[in-house]
């Protein structure tokens, strides 16, 4: 057949394919793509180029468990240590430790009413007024679990028992003639306060097996008929009320409530606070969602919904939700099962309201027009799930959102996903997806706080993405195309040495090389290199310096290959402070004859 040319463009580039054979991914993804993303801060996404770097920014030597942040205050959480660190963003010497006997575990923290709180498995803790407390020696609140009682009993049940207090009240009418009061609890610890007519008086004698109080001279008759004048403070510690609370691991805020989770006594249990009152805890404020054996991942808060997320069971009673419902004893929020059966295998979040989480298999997302009707899955990551579900210890994954996208850290990776390009897939609309590797520091913690990406290690390093390194080491960023057979499997093909043109971006210190390599072989072999730099002198290596002042430019690369079938081009760039950026590329090549065995 006669010779003719074909030329491939590479632009509008969108994300990794670790999904398909690399000669079956679109010319506009990547089937081996590394520490590259898109900024949109910067090109409006128009541009795949370097992921910034990161840099040591503390040291606190043990396991990095939670970062914090509030008031102006940053709080580490480092193995069993929990500082303020007063020197953030550089000296870590100069902190206060602020308690020495946490949790060794991911800690998850909510800010509520101007206050901190914070839970650990072991701890529930506040900080506010530059002091840090256990809730349930914060003064919680004791509440009057009777009123309107009789010297013998009776009245009318008034607040429940509050799990984090070990005091209750119980008020009376007074007959003024009865010395015997009985409480509403027997087994009781102590008497602690008793009030006659707001006086406190102290001619009494206590009965605690039967939660009795003598009085030497009856108390008299209320002032006002019907008003109780009478008021027994008493202490009944129950065990395990408190740490029904003290063992989640979970916090969010819901409907001026915080809710509370992940105790492994109680693995299908969500506890809830009064409303407005983080410090009161009903012992009656609790739901079960689902069967005890399976536990509960996550909760999520969207569109005025708590989403609760369980790990996969027998039974696939996996999503369950909760809203505000109004009844005679006030706001409740009864458990309803969704009716999607897929279980949640890591962790969940909000990603610009739409509600994912991480199943066995990958991303999933729940679509649903209205909480009424039915919830349908989506699947989200269709392109990565290869990689990502057989990441070691993806159990433990980790996300947060960051400047439009979400971070889902594992195995001392981040995957990317990215709202902004989406694409229907099977199972619904999916997201395009990028991957960043940090194994050299094992990253394990992950945290986003007003644009600022903040990253924990194993051994206690604390490092904030910016710059154009990874504490001193280099960025190893690339971009490979598919495995291109320009349309015809069945032909030959030879380069057009003169038809190699990429559009790249003007990076101060950048510097972009060009590699190949085709079915003929499996090795990689570079083309050329070249500058990127742009004319700014902030951070500038004037051995790579080019006076040219666009944010993009031109470079023309040569590639002679003959009778191959399928040819792939690398951009990347692997030295040290030198970033790449390219917008598209070009590639030109002659059509041979047919491929022969």
Same mark, same amino acid.
């Given at each position: 057949m006669a010779t003719s040319t074909i030329?491939?463009?590479?632009?509008?580039?969108?994300?990794?394919?670790?999904?398909n054979e690399q000669s079956l991914v679109d010319i506009t993804r990547s089937p081996d793509a590394l520490n590259v993303w898109k900024n949109y801060s910067d090109t409006q996404g128009s541009c795949i180029e370097t992921r910034p770097g990161y840099v040591q920014i503390g040291n606190f030597e043990n396991n990095i468990n939670g970062i914090y942040f509030y008031n102006n205050k940053t709080f580490i959480h480092a193995g069993t240590n929990l500082y303020l660190w007063n020197g953030f963003p550089g000296n870590s010497?100069?902190?206060?430790?602020?308690?020495?006997?946490?949790?060794?575990?991911? &800690?998850?923290?909510?800010?509520?009413?101007?206050? #901190?709180?914070?839970?650990? +498995?072991?701890?529930?803790?506040?900080?506010?007024?530059?002091?840090?407390?256990?809730?349930?020696?914060? %003064?919680?609140?004791?509440?009057?679990?009777?009123?309107?009682?009789s010297p013998l009993g009776g009245g009318e049940l008034y607040q429940d028992v509050n799990v984090l207090q070990t005091l209750r009240k119980n008020t009376f009418l007074a007959d003024g003639k009865s010395t015997d009061f009985y409480l509403d609890s027997q087994n009781i610890d102590e008497i602690t306060e008793v009030k006659i007519n707001d006086n406190i008086i102290t001619d009494y004698t206590t009965d605690k097996l039967l939660g009795k109080v003598k009085f030497n001279i009856a108390p008299v008759e209320p002032n006002l008929a019907g008003?109780?004048?009478? $008021?027994?403070?008493?202490?009944?510690?129950?065990?395990?009320?408190?740490?029904?609370?003290?063992?989640?691991?979970?916090?969010?805020?819901?409907?001026?409530?915080?809710?509370?989770? +992940?105790?492994?006594?109680?693995?299908?249990?969500?506890?809830?606070?009064?409303?407005? =009152?983080?410090?009161?805890?009903?012992?009656?404020?609790?739901?079960?969602?689902? &069967?005890?054996?399976?536990?509960?991942?996550?909760?999520?808060?969207?569109?005025?919904?708590?989403?609760?997320?369980?790990?996969?069971?027998?039974?696939?009673?996996?999503?369950?939700?909760?809203?505000?419902?109004?009844?005679?004893? +006030?706001? /409740?929020?009864?458990?309803?099962?969704? *009716? /999607?059966?897929?279980?949640?295998?890591?962790?969940?979040? *909000?990603?610009?309201?739409?509600?994912?989480? #991480?199943?066995?298999?990958?991303? =999933? +997302?729940?679509?649903?027009?209205?909480? %009424? &009707?039915?919830?349908?899955? &989506?699947?989200?990551?269709?392109?990565?799930? %290869?990689?990502?579900?057989?990441?070691?210890?993806?159990?433990?994954?980790?996300?947060v959102e960051w400047l439009g996208y979400l971070l889902i850290l594992v195995n001392h990776k981040i995957y990317l996903a990215d709202m902004r390009q989406m694409f229907s897939g099977i199972l619904g609309y999916e997201y395009e997806w990028y991957l960043w590797d940090l194994e050299k520091d094992k990253i394990n913690y992950i945290k986003e706080y007003k644009g600022s990406l903040y990253i924990g290690s194993q051994n206690g390093l604390i490092f904030c993405f910016q710059g154009t390194n990874d504490n001193g080491s280099a960025i190893n960023s690339y971009w490979t195309t598919p495995m291109d057979n320009f349309g015809y499997s069945n032909l030959n093909k030879t380069t057009n040495k003169r038809g190699g043109l990429a559009k790249i971006k003007t990076i101060p210190n950048g510097e972009?090389?060009?590699?190949?390599?085709? %079915?003929?072989?499996? $090795?990689?072999?570079?083309?050329?290199?070249?500058?990127?730099?742009?004319?700014?002198?902030?951070?500038?290596?004037?051995?790579?310096?080019?006076? =040219?002042?666009?944010?993009?430019?031109?470079?023309?690369?040569?590639?002679?290959?003959?009778?191959?079938?399928?040819?792939?081009?690398?951009?990347?760039?692997?030295?040290?402070?030198k970033p790449f950026g390219i917008y598209g590329a070009i590639l030109e090549a002659f059509i041979g004859g047919y491929v022969k065995k």
């Open positions: 030329k491939r463009t590479y632009n509008n580039f969108k994300g990794v394919d670790f999904a010497e100069d902190k206060t430790l602020l308690k020495n006997d946490m949790n060794n575990k991911k &800690s998850s923290f909510v800010i509520f009413d101007d206050k #901190l709180y914070i839970l650990d +498995g072991k701890n529930y803790l506040t900080y506010y007024n530059n002091e840090l407390k256990k809730v349930s020696e914060d %003064n919680p609140i004791i509440p009057i679990t009777t009123i309107g009682r008003i109780d004048n009478v $008021e027994i403070t008493f202490r009944k510690t129950i065990n395990g009320y408190a740490d029904r609370i003290n063992k989640c691991t979970k916090i969010v805020s819901f409907d001026r409530r915080l809710f509370f989770t +992940g105790n492994p006594d109680y693995p299908n249990a969500i506890f809830h606070s009064k409303i407005n =009152e983080p410090s009161y805890i009903s012992d009656l404020a609790y739901y079960q969602d689902g &069967s005890n054996e399976s536990e509960i991942k996550a909760m999520v808060v969207g569109n005025n919904i708590l989403w609760v997320f369980k790990e996969p069971n027998q039974q696939n009673e996996t999503i369950f939700y909760h809203t505000a419902s109004l009844e005679e004893e +006030g706001k /409740v929020y009864p458990s309803y099962q969704g *009716n /999607v059966s897929t279980g949640c295998y890591a962790d969940a979040i *909000n990603y610009k309201d739409d509600i994912v989480f #991480l199943s066995r298999n990958g991303l =999933e +997302g729940i679509s649903s027009n209205d909480i %009424n &009707s039915k919830q349908l899955l &989506s699947h989200r990551s269709s392109l990565v799930d %290869n990689k990502l579900t057989n990441e070691n210890n993806f159990n433990n994954a980790m996300m972009i090389k060009v590699a190949e390599k085709t %079915n003929k072989k499996e $090795e990689i072999k570079e083309i050329a290199k070249y500058s990127a730099t742009g004319f700014d002198f902030d951070n500038i290596d004037f051995s790579n310096f080019s006076f =040219e002042t666009k944010n993009n430019s031109y470079i023309v690369y040569k590639i002679k290959e003959k009778k191959f079938v399928e040819i792939s081009l690398k951009f990347y760039s692997n030295e040290l402070d």
